[in-house]
């Protein structure tokens, strides 16, 4: 058994912040839980998209880097992001996305589940993957999708490797997880069943080009684990395998540590507390820019850099 019991979040890199904000709340239907800024710079957005409660394993977070390049997609690199949809809302899906101006790629079947594959107003690759799984989730009632159709979490990440054998063995060996095997040249490794929200895809690409970070680009994957104690357990772990962990850092909302995994992609462990709800109620979440206590002096300064968003008008009051 590992550690490790799925996805915390995932990270992102996008463009204008307003586009991001009415592409994941106006036609995907998630709720903006927290509107801060990046803590290594606050001259930034860092949004973050969830359910209702914004448990770990549904929060899809971004740096709109608005001034920043295009990324480039290849090894070393997330390449593509999965949100599960519930069993059954495949069509309801496929309908809203095209009807809403959504670049829709394709129809896919994966390990016997459909899949729509899209690509945001950014660039970010996603799919929309249509699960039985059951999952800590709970709609959200101000969504303008219906309660039985909304996006109950993060289903996966897909990333590009130079070659597997040192990733896989990482993986398997440091952190815990399990090879499910291959299909289509996709190899899945998963903790707590591999189910949905608590795996990971590998492609080996050896003819691509080194990834790099920007626009349309995923920027890390975080891994849930349940306390301080289990991290430092699985932070040892890492270090042992000398992968150079980072220090814990606080981020207040939960705990991060930070390595690269031995092809290049930036993993992070994440605590599954205190959560979001530590510096706001419930029913208020992402309403008021929040900063963490050792960036509020500073924060008619920061509130100075970042361009005004508001709610998309699709929400419900």
Same mark, same amino acid.
């Given at each position: 058994m590992s550690d490790i019991t799925g996805i915390h979040h995932i990270t992102a890199i996008c463009g204008n912040a307003q586009e991001n904000l009415d592409f994941y709340t106006g036609l995907l239907g998630m709720r903006l839980v927290k509107k801060s800024v990046n803590q290594d710079d606050p001259g930034t957005y860092h949004l973050f998209y969830a359910d209702a409660d914004g448990h770990p394993g549904t929060d899809l977070t971004f740096f709109p880097f608005r001034n920043s390049a295009p990324g480039r997609l290849g090894h070393g690199l997330g390449v593509e992001i999965a949100l599960a949809i519930p069993s059954g809302?495949?069509?309801y899906w496929y309908t809203r996305l095209t009807q809403g101006g959504a670049n829709v790629a394709d129809q896919e079947t994966r390990r016997g589940e459909r899949a729509i594959t899209l690509i945001d107003p950014h660039g970010q690759r996603l799919a929309l993957v249509e699960t039985?799984?059951?999952?800590?989730?709970?709609?959200w009632d101000k969504s303008p999708v219906p309660a039985d159709q909304q996006i109950i979490g993060l289903h996966a990440v897909?990333?590009?490797?130079?070659?597997?054998?040192?990733?896989?063995?990482?993986?398997?060996? @440091?952190?815990?997880?399990?090879?499910?095997?291959?299909?289509?040249g996709w190899h899945r490794y998963g903790v707590a069943g591999g189910g949905s929200g608590k795996h990971i895809e590998l492609r080996a690409m050896p003819d691509s080009v080194r990834g790099a970070w920007g626009i349309g680009t995923m920027h890390h994957v975080a891994w849930r684990v349940a306390d301080d104690e289990v991290e430092l357990r699985v932070r040892e772990r890492i270090q042992q395998a000398h992968r150079r962990p980072t220090e814990v850092i606080d981020r207040f909302w939960f705990k991060s540590v930070y390595f690269l995994e031995p092809g290049g992609v930036l993993f992070e462990l994440a605590t599954d507390g205190p959560g979001f709800t530590a510096d706001e109620e419930?029913?208020?979440?992402?309403?008021?820019? @929040?900063?963490?206590?050792?960036?509020?002096?500073?924060?008619?300064? =920061?509130?100075?850099?970042?361009?005004? =968003?508001?709610?998309?008008?699709? @929400?419900?009051?």
């Amino acid at each position: 058994m590992s550690d490790i019991t799925g996805i915390h979040h995932i990270t992102a890199i996008c463009g204008n912040a307003q586009e991001n904000l009415d592409f994941y709340t106006g036609l995907l239907g998630m709720r903006l839980v927290k509107k801060s800024v990046n803590q290594d710079d606050p001259g930034t957005y860092h949004l973050f998209y969830a359910d209702a409660d914004g448990h770990p394993g549904t929060d899809l977070t971004f740096f709109p880097f608005r001034n920043s390049a295009p990324g480039r997609l290849g090894h070393g690199l997330g390449v593509e992001i999965a949100l599960a949809i519930p069993s059954g809302s495949f069509d309801y899906w496929y309908t809203r996305l095209t009807q809403g101006g959504a670049n829709v790629a394709d129809q896919e079947t994966r390990r016997g589940e459909r899949a729509i594959t899209l690509i945001d107003p950014h660039g970010q690759r996603l799919a929309l993957v249509e699960t039985a799984d059951e999952r800590l989730f709970r709609a959200w009632d101000k969504s303008p999708v219906p309660a039985d159709q909304q996006i109950i979490g993060l289903h996966a990440v897909r990333a590009w490797e130079h070659e597997l054998e040192s990733t896989a063995t990482f993986l398997t060996g @440091v952190l815990g997880f399990t090879d499910y095997g291959e299909e289509d040249g996709w190899h899945r490794y998963g903790v707590a069943g591999g189910g949905s929200g608590k795996h990971i895809e590998l492609r080996a690409m050896p003819d691509s080009v080194r990834g790099a970070w920007g626009i349309g680009t995923m920027h890390h994957v975080a891994w849930r684990v349940a306390d301080d104690e289990v991290e430092l357990r699985v932070r040892e772990r890492i270090q042992q395998a000398h992968r150079r962990p980072t220090e814990v850092i606080d981020r207040f909302w939960f705990k991060s540590v930070y390595f690269l995994e031995p092809g290049g992609v930036l993993f992070e462990l994440a605590t599954d507390g205190p959560g979001f709800t530590a510096d706001e109620e419930l029913e208020h979440l992402g309403e008021q820019l @929040v900063l963490p206590p050792w960036l509020e002096a500073h924060r008619r300064e =920061i509130e100075g850099m970042l361009p005004p =968003i508001s709610t998309p008008a699709e @929400v419900r009051e």
